[in-house]
């Protein structure tokens, strides 16, 4: 009878442990594990936060911890819409990086006006910000009216502005670096004094939630599933394809003009040639390590917002064994060789067989003991 049960409990366990590894959040909770392990071994003090002060005389946090959830927050803001891009439109937008560029200057533009070291703001912060909604709303519209209404590959279609956006970001201002002297325009990508934690990580938990209130009261998520599962289908439903998408690619372009008020924020000033650069592929991979499926369809965002953070603190631990910038994107291609070889059916199908065969494995032990004992009895 111990028998029996022992092999019923390993069946069992077969089973919880083939639906946790199944599971969309187990890539990315799994790496976010073996990433603390790891800085663990090297750094007893890396969950250790601490409360000092800044150049200004605030409060502020610091520590690993606090660093990866402050710059994550821009990434973190993008997986939003590039999921949403994901799976309704099956592709990617690459162009996110230009177009925070371009957003960035827009606002430079309106804070500062024709003179790029001005001695006081021209314009409130609040209505700069707007403009560069508006710049990021624009380019969107662009990419989704290439990707929904002219049938363009998304990548190829954001391709586009991946090339002319830096350029087009440096004419706004006419390729000057303008410097917002208020020093409140820092607050939005540093720490509002008195407030010890970054503004970003705030802004990143409003973008989370909207969309998670949007998500809820709403069917855009279901909507843009279908579209990404079915597009013929879905329309047959009722649901118009080419809205959705454009949708999607508007709600990125949002997305983008609030990573730029971060980017920006943070130095007060813009390099158009490096700001946000390959911010776009952390973005895409944030994604894919999600589990969405990079070829549209289902999607969870949470997923997606939790790569963005995996991805940080990746570049993070990175960073702290002294590996130089230059070399981070060989690292992240590793990252991505593993996710694209995890997340092949073939893979996914041989580990699910070789589930299948233990649970047999152990099935046949169960009925050797069963007739076993039945023949003794018989005896």
């Known amino acids: ?145 290439l990707v929904s209404l002219f049938k363009i590959q998304p990548m190829i279609a954001t391709l586009i502005l991946f090339t002319a956006g830096r350029s087009i970001a440096a004419w706004i201002n006419y390729n000057k670096l303008p410097v917002v002297p208020d020093p409140k325009f820092a607050y939005f990508g540093g720490i509002i004094p008195g407030i010890p934690v970054p503004t970003p990580i705030f802004i990143m938990l409003a973008c989370v939630i909207i969309m998670a209130l949007v998500l809820k009261f709403t069917n855009l998520g279901l909507y843009t599933q279908s579209v990404g599962i079915n597009e013929k289908s879905a329309k047959l439903n009722g649901i118009n394809p080419i809205l959705i998408k454009f949708i999607a690619f508007v709600i990125l372009g949002l997305c983008v003009a609030v990573a730029a008020l971060i980017k920006v924020s943070r130095i007060s000033t813009i390099n158009y040639s490096v700001i946000a650069k390959d911010i776009e592929m952390d973005a895409i991979l944030a994604v894919a390590l999600g589990g969405n499926a990079l070829s549209g369809g289902k999607f969870n965002m949470w997923a997606s917002v939790l790569g963005a953070y995996v991805f940080q603190f990746l570049t993070t631990t990175l960073y702290k064994f002294n590996i130089a910038s230059s070399a981070l994107p060989a690292y992240k291609a590793t990252v991505v060789i593993l996710l694209v070889f995890f997340s092949a059916p073939k893979v996914r199908e041989t580990i699910g067989k070789g589930f299948k065969r233990i649970k047999e494995f152990i099935g046949k032990l169960s009925k050797r003991d069963a007739a076993g004992k039945a023949s003794k009895g018989e005896a």
């Open 1 to 145: 009878m111990s028998k029996d049960n022992s092999q019923a409990s390993a069946n069992k366990f077969l089973t919880m442990v083939k639906k946790v590894v199944s599971h969309q959040m187990f890539i990315p909770i799994m790496a976010l594990l073996i990433l603390a392990i790891v800085n663990l071994a090297f750094d007893p003090n890396f969950f250790r936060i601490t409360l000092g002060k800044n150049n200004a005389g605030n409060p502020i946090l610091s520590g690993p911890l606090i660093t990866i959830l402050d710059y994550g927050a821009e990434t973190a803001i993008l997986a939003i819409g590039m999921t949403l891009v994901t799976a309704a439109a099956g592709g990617q937008d690459i162009s996110v990086g230009a177009t925070i560029a371009i957003a960035g200057s827009a606002m430079l533009r309106v804070l500062c006006g024709t003179n790029p070291s001005p001695d006081t703001i021209q314009a409130p912060i609040i209505v700069a910000f707007l403009v560069a909604c508006l710049v990021g709303i624009a380019c969107g519209a662009f990419n989704g009216a």
